[in-house]
């Protein structure tokens, strides 16, 4: 028999409401309906957050051809994807600069010239500029690999689950490095170091998923295109927090 939707109004039958999707079954508030919510939010976690990561880490090529075609309900959505790993690093990041006190201060700052200052600026806010670096590889990607089978936001979507990843794989190293062996993950060296890394994902994704489509010249493309990221990542990084100083500074 048909019931009333308590979200939308809507008179309908079965299990979910046509018109919203509430679930039929609403009940008052209860310690066992927290509960049931706790407990699907772990499980849909493992199946829907955890899963997008181990995806993109380990088969970004076959995931990526998946989400395109319409396979969506087993990812975790892009954007949210990329602000949680995003989230998580950050919080993480700073737990370790203030446990260890590596913060460079303030007074510090205007002591220094304007390279220095630049590079502290880049490294207090490096997701902020990591954004137009995306923006960038996802332009490069589109040009150089995927005209004509896959359209701009196409590529600019599967950027975004890329950098959620990288972020992840940031998460894992700043632990290891930072918890483990205690090293100044501000420090130069490992600014380098996950440069590398990021190259080295990026290349890996690039691969799997264009290495599927059977485009001409695969390897001059791929490797043309690894090396703009490169180059135009730390242009952007080096001197994007140049110019934010020269006009805001
Ligand atoms: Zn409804």
């Known amino acids: 028999m048909p019931v009333t939707c308590l979200n939308c109004g809507n008179r309908f039958e079965g299990k979910y409401c046509s018109n919203c999707g509430q679930k039929a079954s609403v009940q008052r508030l209860s310690a066992s309906i927290l509960f049931e919510e706790t407990l699907h939010f772990l499980t849909h976690m493992e199946s829907g957050f955890?899963?997008?990561?181990?995806?993109?880490?380990?088969?970004?090529?076959?995931?990526?051809?998946?989400?395109?075609?319409?396979?969506?309900?087993?990812?975790?959505?892009?954007?949210?994807?990329?602000?949680?790993?995003?989230?998580?690093?950050?919080?993480?990041?700073?737990?370790?600069?203030?446990?260890y006190h590596?913060?460079?201060?303030?007074?510090?700052?205007?002591?220094?010239?304007?390279?220095?200052?630049?590079?502290?600026?880049?490294?207090?806010?490096?997701?902020?500029?990591?954004?137009?670096?995306?923006?960038?590889?996802?332009?490069?990607?589109?040009?150089?690999?995927?005209?004509?089978?896959?359209?701009?936001?196409?590529?600019?979507?599967?950027s975004l689950y890329g950098a959620g990843t990288y972020f992840m794989i940031s998460f894992i190293s700043d632990v290891v490095l930072g918890f483990i062996f205690k090293i100044n993950i501000l420090s130069v060296n490992v600014f380098l170091w996950q440069g590398i890394l990021s190259s080295i994902y990026n290349f890996w994704?690039?691969?799997?998923?264009?290495?599927?489509?059977?485009?001409?010249?695969?390897?001059?493309?791929?490797?043309?295109?690894?090396?703009?990221?490169?180059?135009?990542?730390?242009?952007?990084?080096l001197y994007l927090p140049l110019a934010w100083l020269y006009f805001f500074g």
Do not use: C
């Open 102 to 158: 590596y913060q460079l201060t303030r007074e510090l700052v205007t002591d220094l010239n304007i390279r220095e200052q630049s590079n502290i600026l880049f490294r207090q806010h490096f997701t902020i500029f990591l954004l137009p670096v995306i923006a960038l590889s996802s332009v490069l990607l589109y040009v150089i690999m995927a005209k004509p089978l896959y359209n701009y936001i196409e590529i600019l979507t599967l």
């Open 205 to 237: 994704y690039s691969f799997d998923f264009f290495n599927r489509t059977h485009i001409r010249f695969f390897w001059i493309r791929l490797l043309l295109v690894s090396a703009l990221i490169a180059i135009g990542g730390w242009i952007i990084m």
């Open 50 to 99: 955890l899963h997008t990561t181990r995806s993109f880490l380990l088969k970004p090529g076959i995931s990526s051809l998946n989400y395109i075609a319409g396979k969506r309900k087993e990812f975790q959505k892009p954007v949210s994807y990329f602000l949680i790993w995003t989230g998580l690093y950050i919080l993480l990041h700073n737990t370790i600069i203030n446990h």
